[in-house]
Nanobody, 123 residues
Framework: QVQLVESGGGLVQAGGSLRLSCAASGSIFSINAMGWYRQAPGKQRELVATITSGGSTNYADSVKGRATISRDHAKNTVYLQMNSLKPEDTAVYYC?????????????????WGQGTLVTVSS
């Protein structure tokens, strides 16, 4: 079973920083893209940032200049550093990954989500 486990959420004051981590575990052969999405109350889930296996990154306009996504291939882990946090950054943050896993003698290409971690930014 392949799963993602997030950590690092919590309560932070506006202007502060936090770092989210997401570790993938299981019979993983490789991981292509990994990313972070968020869902605020009453809103749809939206992209925050993604990073490919080659290190190419993509950011939502709302977090450009304030967020940095990175990954550690050896640990199958992706990070999201967010600075200058705003109350509108308050949301549940979800990790997403596209792993290739070993299923017997076959390789399966999956898309999986973490359980989410709550980030609350107080004004």
């Amino acid at each position: 079973q392949v799963q993602l486990v997030e950590s690092g959420g919590g309560l932070v004051q506006a202007g502060g920083s936090l770092r989210l981590s997401c570790a993938a575990s299981g019979s993983i052969f490789s991981i292509n893209a990994m990313g972070w999405y968020r869902q605020a109350p009453g809103k749809q889930r939206e992209l925050v940032a993604t990073i490919t296996s080659g290190g190419s990154t993509n950011y939502a306009d709302s977090v450009k200049g304030r967020a940095t996504i990175s990954r550690d291939h050896a640990k199958n882990t992706v990070y999201l550093q967010m600075n200058s946090l705003k109350p509108e950054d308050t949301a549940v943050y979800y990790c997403n990954a596209n792993p290739t896993v070993l299923g017997g003698t076959e390789l399966w290409h999956l898309e999986i989500w973490g359980q989410g971690t709550l980030v609350t930014v107080s004004s």
